[in-house]
């Protein structure tokens, strides 16, 4: 059974930066696409970052530059570190999996069908 929990959620006033952490469990982690979402209030969730299992990244035009995704086979664990934020990076972030996801599908919400129950961070202007 596919488990995945995010940590690292937080408030911090604009120009900060946060690390957000998706530890993942009951599958194979190396092979298997990873991929972070964000949803505010009254928006739809939208993709954010993704890494495949040849350790290639998306990243949306939004956080390109600012948001950095990696991660840690060893221990199962997914990274989303996050600079220069601004009050419009606030959401509820969702860290999710796949085995294998289209490169064109990688910052959709369909691509994947295993997601935690998200992190929530607020950025204060």
């Known amino acids: 059974q596919v488990q995945l929990v995010e940590s690292g959620g937080g408030s911090v006033q604009a120009g900060g930066s946060l690390r957000l952490s998706c530890a993942g469990s009951?599958?194979?982690?190396?092979?298997?696409?990873m991929g972070w979402f964000r949803q505010a209030p009254g928006k739809e969730r939208e993709g954010v970052a993704s890494i495949d299992t040849d350790g290639s990244t998306t990243y949306a035009n939004s956080v390109k530059g600012r948001f950095t995704i990696s991660q840690d086979s060893a221990k199962n664990t997914l990274y989303l570190q996050m600079n220069s934020l601004k009050p419009e990076d606030t959401a509820v972030y969702y860290c999710?999996?796949?085995?294998?996801?289209?490169?064109?599908?990688?910052?959709?919400?369909?691509?994947?069908?295993?997601w935690g129950k998200g992190t929530l961070v607020t950025i204060s202007s």
């Open positions: 999710a999996a796949n085995p294998r996801v289209s490169w064109w599908a990688r910052l959709l919400r369909g691509g994947y069908n295993y």
């Open positions: 009951g599958y194979t982690y190396s092979t298997y696409c």
